[in-house]
């Protein structure tokens, strides 16, 4: 897929409210994929959880993660939105950070104005930098990148659940000013809250997010939340917290001695379908001729998992 055809303005354009899951790893973003999602994003939360085994408090950085966002980007071409957490330090660290995401095909990029420390928008204990702060990095941010078109630059304030809503209203205003291509009020608490921000970004590419299983903001459907203003919707949780739950269950079934069935797990060939098994055996094919009784019956289960 190319650079315009990973175009998050254009996938805006065609989508009013996108949804956008998580993929802590690979093989989610090719189930996302498979699955017939038009994005997905790679955010912080599912990222330290399932790769690392860690609460989203700040304990990997640019280096884990950015390793972690190239496997996953190698194996699913879809577009793209990569959480950039604080930009990884000052001007010269947010310019790294761009350039290395964009350098690996992200479509799109968020970065938010928490103080370090920094922590899953829905914890308590944030604190948010000066405004004035965060407008100088995402003019970095912004001055990095090598065309508008090839990323597209989310600014989030977290500034709402220390502040309050008018000052995080506030500094979307100022982070929108300062050039950034959508906004992201981080954390609202009920839906009142959620149709003022809407309202007064009318317009303005705006983010939400709906963090299943225990986050601040009311679970709504992606209908409901297109009509009052959001164009991107964020589930860091969704998948994280059912994986969760399969692994728990399929080590309990184990422990007890009970085979998987049908109905909680997939077979040999439909795994190998959506890890590209076809894909790979016909190059093995063209590079190592097999055996006439091999090629056949190589042959038979390729067009099983086709």
């Known amino acids: 897929m190319t650079a315009s055809e990973r175009s998050w303005k254009k996938l805006l354009r ?4 996108l949804q956008l899951p998580a993929a802590p790893d690979a093989l989610t973003a090719k189930l996302i994929r498979d699955a017939g999602f038009a994005a997905y994003q790679v955010g912080g939360f599912a990222l330290d959880g399932a790769r690392f085994g860690y609460p989203d408090m700040d304990l990997s950085r640019l280096g884990e993660k950015s390793e972690a966002v190239r496997e996953i980007l190698r194996a699913c071409d879809l577009p793209v939105l990569v959480d950039a957490d604080d930009g990884y330090g000052d001007a010269k660290n947010v310019t790294h950070t761009i350039h290395i995401y964009e350098e690996m095909g992200a479509s799109a990029l968020f970065m938010e104005d928490q103080k370090a420390p920094k922590r899953c928008g829905h914890m308590a204990g944030k604190e948010v930098i000066p405004a004035k702060e965060m407008v100088g990095r995402l003019k970095a941010a912004i001055a990095a990148r090598s065309h508008k078109e090839h990323l597209f630059l989310i600014a989030r304030t ?8 008018p000052d995080a209203l506030k500094r979307a205003e100022m982070y929108l000013n300062a050039g950034v291509d959508g ?59 059912r994986m969760t739950r399969a692994i728990q269950r399929g080590l309990a079934d184990l422990k007890a001695g009970r085979p998987i069935t049908k109905q909680n797990a997939v077979d040999m060939f439909e795994f190998e379908k959506i890890v590209d098994i076809a894909y790979w055996k016909s190059i093995e094919q063209q590079v190592l001729p097999l055996p006439e009784r091999v090629r056949q019956k190589v042959n038979k289960i390729l067009k099983k998992v086709a």
């Open 158 to 165: 977290d500034a709402l659940e220390p502040n309050g809503l």
């Open 183 to 241: 906004i992201y009020i981080e954390g609202p608490h009920d839906e009142k809250q959620m149709r003022i921000i809407g309202r007064e970004f009318r317009g303005v590419p705006l983010v939400i997010t709906m963090l299943e299983g225990g986050g601040n903001t009311p679970w709504t459907s992606p209908e409901e939340l297109g009509a009052m203003g959001y164009s991107m919707i964020l589930y860091p949780t969704t998948l994280l917290f």
């Open 14 to 17: 065609k989508n009013s409210s």
